[in-house]
């Protein structure tokens, strides 16, 4: 007689906001995981945002739901790090460092006492900073310390170039790499539609870029937070990993001589399987974009350089 063994799946959310909730909310309907969690310092919160979904599970089924506390890391999968200040209208990125490498300090000990081999993916603003604080923090190895990166700015890059081709966004090739924020970098020397090359003039490419740049400010200024896009972006991650699919994402990893780039966290094109970023694909960038990559990365060296880590 064969015995079955059930193991179940477990994705915790730290931080039941917006991204935290919207997250759990996609991952629930795609049945990421059997098990997901919520913490939030605001548990009454991420109670009742686990109430509302399990309400939800007769149409559902398959998942458990609960708002936990630190121990339910014990056994989890992946970690996501959705918690901490988010970005006021007029803010950068960059302004809402040091008040969440505060928050983080405290949040990935907690995390590492009840966990060591699973993955932690960090969303929190500034995402490339904060994802190598945790990295520093955590002491983990770098490949299972992922930030989600430029993996949505990508997104949004692709979905207007589809806009203005009509094409379906998903069979866009092109990536946004560097900071997730203002010295990210569009890499039009490699955009293509099945391995055709885009016949933007310098116009459109500009203007295609400064939309997806200024993509997170429009939707925060008039609706107050992004959360459906970067929810998928996220759940796309997760499926990556639990599904072992050797993904090609362009999410934020520590950089070890990538186009020169090194000891820093920044989106870039990566394959993702379940230990995480299996690899790093140093692309071949023109001269221009490589310049602008070692700029986004001294930029963030400089601010990391102010921290006391
Ligand atoms: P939010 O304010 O709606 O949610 C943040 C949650 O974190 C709140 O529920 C709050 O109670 C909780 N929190 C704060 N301190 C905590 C702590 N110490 N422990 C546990 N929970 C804590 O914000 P949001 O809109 O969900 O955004 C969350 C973060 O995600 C922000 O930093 C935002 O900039 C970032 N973000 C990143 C991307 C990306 O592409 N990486 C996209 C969108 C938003």
Redesign the pocket.
């Known amino acids: 007689m064969t015995s079955l063994t059930y193991k179940p799946s477990r994705v915790v959310i730290?931080?039941?906001?917006?991204?935290?909730?919207?997250t759990a909310y996609t991952l629930l309907l795609r049945h990421r995981a059997t098990e997901l969690v919520l913490?939030?310092?605001?548990h009454k919160?991420?109670m009742g945002e686990a109430l509302d979904m399990n309400h939800g599970l007769p149409f559902v089924g398959g998942v458990k739901i609960w708002a936990g506390d630190y121990e339910d890391c014990a056994g989890a999968d992946i970690i996501i790090v959705?918690?901490?200040?988010?970005?006021k209208p007029g803010e950068t990125?960059i302004d809402?460092l040091k008040r969440?490498v505060g928050?983080f300090q405290?949040?990935i000990q907690k995390i590492t006492k009840y966990n060591r081999d699973g993955i932690l993916l960090?969303?929190?603003?500034p995402?490339d900073i904060l994802s190598y604080v945790t990295w520093k923090i955590s002491g983990w190895d770098a490949r299972r310390v992922i930030?989600?990166?430029t993996?949505?700015?990508s997104a949004r890059f692709r979905y207007l170039i589809g806009s203005h081709k009509e094409i379906d966004p998903r069979s866009i090739h092109g990536h946004i790499i560097g900071e997730?924020g203002d010295s990210e970098l569009p890499v039009w020397s490699l955009a293509n539609i099945a391995g055709t090359s885009l016949d933007f003039d310098e116009t459109e490419r500009n203007e295609i870029f400064a939309d997806t740049k200024n993509a997170?400010s429009e939707i925060i200024n008039s609706k107050?937070?992004?959360?459906y896009?970067?929810a998928l972006?996220l759940d796309r991650i997760v499926a990556a990993i639990l599904l072992n699919e050797s993904a090609v994402l362009s999410v934020s990893t520590l950089l070890q001589d990538t186009n020169g780039v090194s000891d820093i966290y920044l989106g870039v094109p990566s394959i993702v399987d379940r230990r995480g970023v299996r690899e790093i694909l140093d692309l071949p960038l023109n001269d221009e974009e490589k310049s602008l990559f070692k700029r986004s990365a001294d930029l963030l060296k400089s601010e990391i350089s102010k921290l006391d880590l």
């Open positions: 730290i931080g039941a906001g917006a991204v935290g909730t919207t913490i939030d310092v605001n919160k991420a959705t918690a901490g200040a988010s970005q990125r809402l969440n928050i405290d949040i960090i969303a929190t603003n995402v930030g989600s990166g993996l949505l700015d997730h997170a107050g937070s992004t959360s896009a970067i972006a």
